[in-house]
């Protein structure tokens, strides 16, 4: 099962570097429900289920790693916008910076738990870059949240397969 796209992924460019910008994608980076989480909660799942389900297991790393290469892209656009990629958030208005905690993984286990987490976690995702692809008008970022985007709506459909598959049993 394909977990991404054969499409490659945009060029790492911005316009110009701008700190607002760098702390929206940074939501994306390492927010509650951000490439970092989903990296941790994806291998958490894997290695509890691995011995279990190896297909279900198989998959979930595999999305994992496409979520790291998110990760990375995200992490080389935040430092060319001028700021570090530190594992946190900050608010525009106030400066207040949350550093990220393996808190917003959700630890279930059982398998519809594990799947109806995973699509909740895509389906956040997908609304936060969508709203910040309205935000930022960058047209080098748009274009690799657009790129994004499309590995996540691949994500999405596989994890709502899986669990139409368990429902179904």
């Not at 509890?48 to 297991?57: G, I, S, T, V, Y």
């Not at 274009?143 to 499309?150: A, H, S, V």
């Amino acid at each position: 099962m394909k977990v991404t796209l054969d499409i490659p992924y945009p060029e790492v460019k911005v316009e110009e570097k701008n700190a607002y910008y760098a702390n929206l994608l940074k939501e994306d980076y390492a927010g509650n429900n951000g490439e970092l989480t989903a990296i941790t909660l994806y291998s958490y799942q894997h290695f509890d289920k691995f011995k279990e389900n190896e297909n279900l297991a198989k998959i979930l790393s595999e999305i994992a790693i496409v979520e790291m290469k998110h990760l990375e892209l995200l992490a080389e656009t935040i430092k060319l916008l001028g700021e570090k990629p530190i594992y946190n958030t900050c608010s525009s208005l106030n400066d207040d910076c949350i550093m990220w905690s393996a808190l917003n993984v959700d630890y279930v286990t059982n398998i519809k738990g594990i799947l109806m987490a995973d699509i909740k976690s895509e389906e956040i995702a997908i609304k936060n870059y969508k709203a910040h692809k309205k935000i930022i008008k960058d047209k080098y970022i748009k274009r690799l949240i657009d790129r994004i985007l499309l590995d996540e709506q691949r994500h999405l459909e596989i994890f709502n397969a899986l669990y139409d598959g368990i429902i179904k049993k």
